[in-house]
């Protein structure tokens, strides 16, 4: 099953959602953030272009964190005026292995678009574009951001669901799982520290059924990355899906934290 069982085996937490971990690396500049996989029988290219006319010899910093938050990965690379450069993963690790996914991010003062080609055997299965962020809370004492993505595990079909914490500080937040009927079947506090993933299996927790499809809804008090990965009865990788936009924003006045 590739990498679904052995998350579910408890690489992260799967029913309970509560994590305490060390502090990952603070950087400067924008940030451009997304997922990677570089698991057995996974591989992930990134391609990384200079959207400006302005060429330099230090265009962007990468860094590659594993499911723990540990860096496993840091280069440096130039760009001229307009130009793409792709980088694959699984070569610049030294020893990628099953904990060799979660959070990529690159560091740039130019402007930059950024993507993300994940891969299964030999074919590439999604596709995730990325830019800098367009919106940002700061100063505006937003108190909670909502998150939601489509789920099923029917047994023609299952989700696997992250949520990782791009930010150097942590993020506190609730799950919400609901079925196809809108019976609501999870609602669990979490905290992520930065850098740091939560890996959710809904068969993992539920039996698998007809019904149990529907929505994942997520509060966080910081902007998170909603990642859904989507596999067929033979668990083969159908698609990847990131969510790094809230579809609401609750402010401060309006109401506490989760």
């Not at 130039?78 to 990628?96: C, G, H, I, Q, R």
């Not at 009927?181 to 059924?209: C, Q, V």
Request: glycine content about 6%; proline content about 5%.
């Amino acid at each position: 099953m590739n990498r679904v069982a052995p998350k579910a085996l408890g690489v992260v937490a799967v029913a309970v959602l509560v994590m305490n971990i060390s502090l990952g690396v603070a950087v400067h500049g924008a940030r451009y953030s997304a997922y990677y996989d570089c698991t057995p029988g996974r591989t992930t290219a990134l391609v990384v272009t200079n959207a400006s006319d302005l060429p330099s010899e230090t265009a962007y910093v990468l860094r590659a964190y594993d499911p723990d938050g540990t860096l496993l990965l840091e280069t440096t690379g130039a760009l001229e005026e307009y130009e793409s450069t792709v980088l694959f993963l699984n070569d610049l690790m030294a020893e990628p292995d099953e904990l060799s996914w979660g959070l990529v991010q690159v560091e740039s003062s130019l402007l930059l678009q950024m993507a993300a080609w994940i891969g299964e055997r030999d074919s590439w299965v999604a596709i995730i574009n990325t830019a800098r962020s367009a919106l940002s809370t700061e100063g505006l004492g937003i108190a909670r951001q909502w998150y939601s993505i489509n789920y099923a595990s029917t047994g023609q079909r299952s989700t696997a669901i992250t949520l990782i914490n791009p930010n150097d500080e942590p993020a506190d937040g609730m799950l919400y799982v609901y079925d196809a009927n809108g019976a609501a079947l999870d609602e669990s506090r979490f905290t992520i520290e930065p850098k740091r993933l939560i890996y959710f299996l809904p068969e993992a927790n539920y039996e698998a059924s007809d019904d149990l499809w529907g929505l994942i809804d997520v509060q966080s008090t910081l902007p998170i990355l909603l990642v859904g990965e989507y596999f067929d009865e033979s668990t083969a990788l159908l698609d990847v899906e990131l969510i790094d936009t809230p579809y609401y924003l609750r402010s401060e006045d309006a109401g506490g934290a989760p």
